[in-house]
C-alpha cells in the first residue's frame, strides 16, 4: 500500500473518532442541561390519596428530536406500561405519568374476548373508535378528561370497574398505531 493511501485511511480514521467523541460530548452538555426533559412549564403534579387499588400506567416516546415532527409513527417508537397489570374489580384508580416528550392520554375501552391489545381498527384520523369507554385520564395535574397530560405532568381518573379485560391506549394521532396500549385484567373481587 503507498503512503498516501495509508496517511488518507488515517486521516480519515481519525476524522471518524473525532466526530464520534464530538456526538458524545455533546449529548453529554445537552444532557446536563435539561435539553431532554420536557418544558419548564410541565412542573411535576402533587397527586392526592387515590381511592381503591392504584395502578401506575406510564406514557412514553422516544421524543421530538428523534422522532421529528407529525406522525404518523412507526410501530414501538412510543409505548404505555401498567403496574400492576391486573387489579380485583371494584375501585380502581390509574395514576398517569407521561415520561415522554409529547403529551398523551389513557383511555379504557373494554378488550373484546379473543381480541389481543393493539389490533382495533385506526381510523384514518390516526384515532380508534371511542364508543364504549370506561374511563379516561388526559388532564395534566388533574382528574379525568382534558387535553392531554404534558411532559413531566401526572394525571388521573377513577373508575367503577367490572371483572374483564381492558386495553388502556392513548388516542391521540397515531399514538395507538405507534404502540401506546396495554392489557389491563380485573379479576372477580
Not at 166 to 188: F, I, K, Q, R, S
Request: charged share 15%.
Amino acid at each position: 500500500m503507498s503512503a498516501p493511501r495509508l496517511r488518507g485511511g488515517r486521516l480519515v480514521a481519525l476524522l471518524a473518532t473525532a466526530a464520534v467523541a464530538l456526538g458524545i460530548a455533546t449529548t453529554g452538555l445537552l444532557a446536563a442541561a435539561g435539553a431532554f426533559r420536557g418544558p419548564a412549564s410541565a412542573a411535576r403534579c402533587t397527586v392526592p390519596a387515590l381511592p381503591g387499588r392504584v395502578v401506575d400506567v406510564t406514557t412514553a416516546d422516544m421524543g421530538r428530536g428523534m422522532m421529528g415532527g407529525a406522525g404518523p409513527y412507526g410501530m414501538g417508537m412510543m409505548r404505555l406500561s401498567t403496574s400492576p397489570a391486573a387489579v380485583g374489580a371494584g375501585t380502581v384508580s390509574l395514576r398517569v405519568f407521561n415520561a415522554g416528550a409529547r403529551p398523551h392520554e389513557v383511555v379504557v375501552l373494554p378488550l373484546p374476548a379473543g381480541q389481543a391489545t393493539g389490533q382495533r381498527a385506526i381510523g384514518a384520523d390516526g384515532e380508534v373508535d371511542e364508543s364504549g369507554a370506561v374511563g379516561e385520564a388526559s388532564r395534566s395535574c388533574g382528574a379525568d378528561s382534558g387535553d392531554g397530560i404534558a411532559s413531566g405532568a401526572t394525571g388521573w381518573t377513577t373508575l367503577t370497574m367490572q371483572p374483564g379485560r381492558y386495553e388502556l391506549l392513548c388516542n391521540l394521532p397515531w399514538h395507538y398505531a405507534a404502540g401506546m396500549y396495554a392489557e389491563l385484567d380485573v379479576t372477580g373481587r
